[in-house]
């Protein structure tokens, strides 16, 4: 493990080097994250109760304390949706209190307004009290008395101080750190071409170590970088500047993860098609730029066709869609296709890398 440590050494013993890594990200960060996580005004959401019960009553009166909520009927969802009275509506199923004491799996069911971006934060909201009574239910083992006793209990919490009116400042914060996680691995693999320059690549390769042995150790280094940074970056943004992460802060770290896999096989590919650490630099950042910005990354999607089209063969614009899913409290199974996409990428861009070198070897 000798590369790998010394891999690690020189990308941490330059202080530009960690700049680049652990500070210059949060200059855009910063104030994104600041207008993203101030108080906000309350959503209009209509309430359709099919199960009126004890339990479906104290929910919608919970939910006061977060929301404007409105008790409409089913026939209603469609106008006030569409006329804008109302921003969401929710509709609690019949039987959905029997499900909850009785450990069933049964969800409340969801309509959003057109352009609307709401979903992460109702569901955030909604969460707040479900997730407790559910907790509470496991514990009364299907005795009514017992569960309404414990729902007593679950405080009213005022989460509006700690959300956004809308995902869309979270997913820019988000698509901030896909990219400079991107940025930084374009960094670190000039190390590759600094080896080349001044031999110590060829040097390694002459001593009883295989190039797959070289790649496997020097990869493995730009890994435990990007996950440090990942990690800095994610503990700070949300517990700094109390971004919203999603239900779990580890679904975000897990899909920011796959993503740190993509950027590091990336620039090993780019590292191998380039001359010199110069080359190197301008390409990758110009290609990691435009792919983050065609992503998604900067908060805007692709209008035209065409473009829209190209954005589908770009691996950030699958990492945002699984980032929209984690912000709007999706489970991690549900982001399994863009998990097997990014996964595809990153094998893709490592192939690339190791045949670039392997052939100018031979």
Sequence with gaps: MIIFINSLKRLLKSKVQIAVLLIIPFIPIIPIALNTSGNVEK??????????????????????????????????IKNDLNNSKLDYVLVIPRNYTYAIIN???????????????????????????????????????????????????????NLMDKVSRGTS??????????????????????????????????????????????????????????????????????????????????????????????????????????KDVTKAMVSGVGIVTVMTMLGGCWGMSPSSGVIKNISKVLPTTWAMEAVKKIVNNDNFTSIGKEAVILLAFTAVFFLLGTWRKSEALE
Excluded: H
């Excluded at 479906?56 to 026939?75: C, E």
């Design 43 to 76: 959503f209009n959401v209509g309430i359709v109760d099919n199960d009126s019960t004890r339990f479906s009553k104290v929910f919608t009166q919970n939910m006061k304390a977060n929301l404007n909520i409105t008790k409409i009927t089913q026939s209603d």
């Design 103 to 157: 450990l069933k799996n049964k969800k409340i069911i969801g309509y959003e307004k057109k352009n609307s971006d709401c979903s992460g934060v109702v569901g955030e909201i909604i969460n707040s009290f479900i997730y407790p009574a559910k907790s509470i239910a496991r514990k009364s083992f299907g005795n009514n008395m017992a569960f309404y006793e414990g729902i007593k209990k679950i405080p009213k919490t």
């Design 169 to 274: 400042g979270k997913l820019v914060v988000w698509g901030m750190v896909i990219q400079f996680v991107m940025f930084s691995s374009i960094f670190a693999s000039t190390i590759i071409l600094s080896d080349k320059k001044n031999k110590t690549f060829y040097r390694s390769l002459n001593a009883p170590i295989s190039l797959k042995n070289y790649m496997l150790q020097t990869t493995l280094s730009f890994m435990v970088i990007s996950i440090v940074q990942i990690l800095v970056l994610t503990l700070v943004i949300v517990n700094g500047f109390g971004v919203y992460p999603g239900k779990s802060i580890f679904n975000m770290l897990g899909i920011l993860i796959l993503i740190s896999l993509v950027s590091v096989s990336f620039g090993i590919a780019v590292s191998s098609i380039s």
